[in-house]
């Protein structure tokens, strides 16, 4: 039973609101105990979010006397605890924040060192905001040449960068697998009111399965909203978590 239990030597603690969540996970996801807490997963690679980072490897307490962050001794009253997202070593008041991490499908807050609480709260703001500004959609001019106006969205998996032209047009929308995406380059920059900047344009190159690599540009309308600004910031972000995730656990496919 002890990979049940945190290496804090206690039992973990799940709220009734994760537990529902539990009872209530859909067909195609499955819980997953570990050492680190409750997980809910997919149960195939396709319904994986292309956003998810697996659990890290805990780094073994023997190649560790020391805490990875202020390297003070561990003894009997200095104990050793384990960060969820990094796996590193670290003393109680160096990871004593505990936090929700969407990316690795925790049901619970867990124990996080500082690096990663603030990565993590980043992290946050980018699943309870921005996803839905992705998924909602905005209009933007497609194109470089003879741009048109589309709606540019992400599925409602997360899956595909969708464009569509005329809704009153036959064709399907054009979606494009984001795993697919191979970079992103902030092509415009506009200030706005506050004497920041915001994402006017950006340049996504991506490739097909056998085919070569294409490029689409994506623009805000010269009478955008903040609706258009808000889904190109929102679109980076995703696209480097996207890369990040993809980096450490494959392409989803």
């Known amino acids: 039973m002890a990979g049940l239990w945190s290496d804090s030597g206690s039992p973990p603690r799940h709220s009734q609101k994760s537990l529902n969540m539990a009872a209530t996970s859909s067909p195609g996801k499955r819980l997953l105990r570990s050492k680190s807490g409750l997980r809910i997963v997919p149960m195939s690679e396709c319904g ?81 905001q921005d996803l839905k500004n992705l ?40 979606c494009i697998p984001l795993h697919r995406l ?21 340049l996504v190159q991506y490739c097909l399965a056998g085919e070569e690599m294409q490029d689409i540009t994506l623009e805000a309308p010269s009478d955008a909203t903040t609706t258009a600004y808000a889904f190109l910031a929102a679109l980076e972000k995703a696209v480097f978590m996207m890369q990040e995730s993809r980096d450490v656990i494959g392409t989803g496919e």
Do not use: Y
């Not at 001019?141 to 464009?163: E, I, K, Q, T």
């Not at 191979?182 to 950006?202: F, H, I, M, P, Y």
């Open 48 to 128: 994986r979010s292309p956003f998810e980072l697996k659990e890290p490897e805990w780094i073994p307490d023997k190649q560790s006397p020391t805490c990875m962050d202020c390297k003070e001794k561990f003894d009997f009253l200095k104990r050793r605890h384990h960060c969820r997202r990094c796996g590193r070593v670290c003393c109680a008041a160096c990871c004593d924040t505990r936090m929700e991490l969407p990316r690795m499908c925790f049901l619970d807050p867990v124990r996080l060192c500082s690096s990663c609480a603030n990565t993590t709260q980043k992290e946050k703001i980018f699943f309870s």
């Open 182 to 202: 191979t970079s992103l380059q902030v092509e415009r920059k506009n200030q706005d009111t506050a004497g920041g900047c915001l994402v006017s344009g950006l």
């Open 135 to 174: 998924v909602t959609g905005a209009i933007l001019c497609v194109g470089s040449d003879n741009p048109n106006l589309a709606h540019c969205r992400l599925s409602p998996d997360h899956r595909f960068l969708m464009l569509s032209g005329d809704p009153n047009s036959p064709d399907p929308p054009t």
